[in-house]
């Protein structure tokens, strides 16, 4: 009976360390010196397309979303790389991302797209970090 009971744990044992190692390997790894490299890189492409025309910024934010996460990041470490806000607020700095045509039934109007970097009520940590719209219409 006891053989039957250790073969069980050891198999038990086994697939749980499989599958342990199944789930690190899929965790991005990411440092804050990594991240802030990043930023430093895409600062001036960042800055350059400061209203959003020129796309770099649409480009820079998937870049982000795969290499960078600021959320809970220090904003005083990392705000100088975003330049001055498009549109700021007592809790929110508003970066415009890109201006599009977008298609609604037979209206062709445009459409702001822009990044919204949440911070926390003492401006001090970045709490949310995503994209975002204006809908003229």
């Known amino acids: 009976m006891k053989t039957g009971y250790l073969r069980n744990n050891s198999v038990f044992v086994i697939v749980f360390i499989v599958a342990l190692s199944g789930c690190y390997l899929k965790v991005k790894v990411q440092t804050k010196q990594t991240c802030v490299k990043f930023l430093k890189e895409m600062s001036y492409s960042w800055q ?11 480009i820079i934010y998937v870049q982000m979303q795969e290499r960078c ?58 709490v949310g970090f995503q994209k975002r719209f204006i809908d003229p219409w």
């Open 69 to 126: 996460d600021i959320v809970g990041m220090n904003w005083s470490e990392v705000k100088d790389y975003f330049g001055k806000p498009n549109m700021e607020g007592t809790v929110v700095s508003k970066y415009n991302l890109r201006y599009y045509s977008k298609i609604d039934s037979s209206y062709n109007y445009p459409v702001l797209e822009y990044i919204s970097v949440d911070l926390d009520n003492e401006r001090k940590n970045v």
């Open 48 to 58: 350059m397309d400061s209203i959003g025309l020129k796309g770099s910024r649409s």
